[in-house]
Each structure stands twice: as C-alpha cells, then as structure tokens.
C-alpha cells in the first residue's frame, strides 16, 4: 500500500487526541491529514497559501472520508502518507494511509477545488504547482473521475 505514495509525514499522537477509551479519536485523523497536506506542499516547493493569494484564489474542500483499519493509541509513532491520486482543471483529489510501523491503520481522501476567492468560481491550477505535482508524485495522478462537481465552492 505504501508504494504508491512519494510523500510521509510523521507525529506522535498527543495525549489530547485519545478518547476515553485510549484510541485517537476519530475526527482527529482528519487533523493529521490536514498536518500531512502541509507538509506535503512545503515538500512540492509551493508556497501556500501565500502563492494562491497572490492570485486571489484558494482552496476549498468538497469531501472527505476516512476509512478505519486498526486504531492508533497515546504517544504512537504514525506516518502519514499523502499523494495526489487525481489532479483535474480546477479539483484535486488527495489519498492518505496511515501507518504505525508496517500496520496500516487508516485510509483517507479529500478532495479540494481550486477557485477564486470574490466568486467561488472553480478555477485552473497554476501551471507551477500542476509542474510541481506532476514532478514530484512517483505514481502520477489521473485525470479526476468523470463525476463534476457544479456547486460553487
């Protein structure tokens, strides 16, 4: 599961994000993700939010799932893998796992739009990141599913 991903990011679980019942608790997966697509763009060499500013667009989210495989506990070493599974005109599709060592404990996705701020119009991806994107993923991203997303963002 791993090979496809060029990118891992790793954190400790923090004290704060287990539950009751000593897991992390669920929604903070989402917040490692989160960390993780950080990461990710600072290793793509892009400058966001500031590059994506300057153009007076952003990014917003259109979906996010997570599916839950094991569970991650207090002071657990976990990797968090990010790619770019499907890049689009103006959406972008990112997958993650999440590993403590060989243990695959999560799969997630989100799936981002790229548009104008003053509109929420979707908008094309700056040449220099889809460059980016495109250089940088060992497994390149597909084309997004034929599926389209009409809502402003």
């Keep these: 599961m791993r090979a496809p991903f ?10 704060s994000e287990v539950d009751r019942q000593d897991i992390v608790f669920n929604p903070h997966y989402f917040t490692y993700f989160d960390v ?5 763009w600072r290793a793509l060499g892009f400058d966001y939010p500031a590059a994506l500013a300057a153009a007076g667009t952003d990014i917003y989210a259109l979906e996010s799932g997570a599916q839950y495989h094991a569970s991650a506990g207090y002071d657990d070493q976990l990797d ?12 972008m599709h990112l997958g993650f796992a999440i590993y403590r060592g060989d243990q695959h404990l999560t799969s ?6 790229h548009a104008d701020v003053v509109t929420r119009k979707a908008a094309p991806w700056p040449d220099a990141l889809r460059e980016a994107i ?10 997004p599913p034929t599926r389209r997303y009409t809502q402003d963002a």
Excluded: D, K, N
């Design 80 to 91: 968090i893998l990010v790619r770019c599974s499907h890049l689009g005109r103006s959406s």
């Design 134 to 143: 495109f250089h940088f993923e060992r497994t390149p991203p597909e084309p």
């Design 108 to 113: 997630g996705r989100l799936v981002y739009v």
């Design 6 to 15: 060029s990118f891992s990011h790793r954190l400790r679980v923090r004290w």
């Design 36 to 40: 993780a697509v950080t990461e990710y």
